[in-house]
């Protein structure tokens, strides 16, 4: 039997005459009211609330990955910093290399000390490099020098020796038999001079091992 849609709208229309015409106004707005509320009741139960899950987990991965960004963006300030001080202690490694010769160059500083105490004018009495002293990773060059001239001529000396590029100490310092010559008081001076040089890697590590069974 076909469905009369014309009879259903009209079977409609007569309940709602004689059902809906008869309540008070209070009900009719009521019932105006749940039709109102019934599709956001609908809404909630049929696309709403299956979503709420969906939502919070998407809530939680989301966190995640903010969590991760914020890691990876302090890894990458950490590591600029790290690079940065990476570099400085470069920069003072270099500086540091300027200043204490590696072992091939010491024999050239030696023979410059040496020079230089001729050109000040000084005869060189005797010039005696000492055994090494190591150190944690370098080791220090102790030289006797024995010289003779003036007072004046061994200042100059010894401001040579301060301005040379390499680190040059001077320890001890002795003047003694005083003679006139050539209208000027000549000494005898006597000076230990200590220069410096880097250890090589095997050398460090010698004397890591040394230090250790010393210990023992």
Do not use: W
Not at 43 to 57: D, G, Q, R, V
Not at 61 to 77: C, D, L, M, Q
Not at 86 to 115: C, H, N, W
């Amino acid at each position: 039997m076909a469905l009369d849609i014309k009879q259903l709208q009209a079977g409609l229309e007569n309940f709602l005459d004689s059902k809906v015409s008869r309540l008070d106004i209070k009900q009719k707005m009521m019932i105006a009211a749940g039709a109102c509320v019934l599709p956001c009741v609908a809404f909630f139960l049929l696309a709403y609330a299956p979503k709420t899950k969906e939502i919070e987990t998407l809530e939680t991965k989301k966190a995640g990955i903010e969590e991760e960004i914020r890691n990876v963006e302090k890894i990458a300030r950490e590591l600029s910093k790290h690079k940065a001080e990476m570099a400085e202690v470069q920069r003072q490694f270099t500086e540091a290399s300027l200043l204490l010769p590696d072992q091939k160059e010491i024999p050239s500083l030696l023979t410059t000390i040496s020079g230089q105490a001729t050109s000040s004018g000084l005869d060189v009495l005797s010039f005696k490099p000492l055994a090494e002293k190591p150190q944690e990773f370098y080791a220090e060059i102790p030289v006797d020098i024995g010289v003779q001239g003036s007072y004046h001529d061994v200042g100059v000396f010894l401001d040579k020796i301060s301005k040379l590029p390499r680190i040059v100490a001077v320890n001890n310092i002795k003047m003694d038999t005083p003679k006139q010559m050539g209208g000027e008081m000549i000494l005898n001076s006597t000076f230990q001079l200590v220069t410096y040089r880097f250890l090589d890697p095997a050398e460090v590590a010698a004397n890591a091992q040394k230090n250790v069974q010393g210990k023992k």
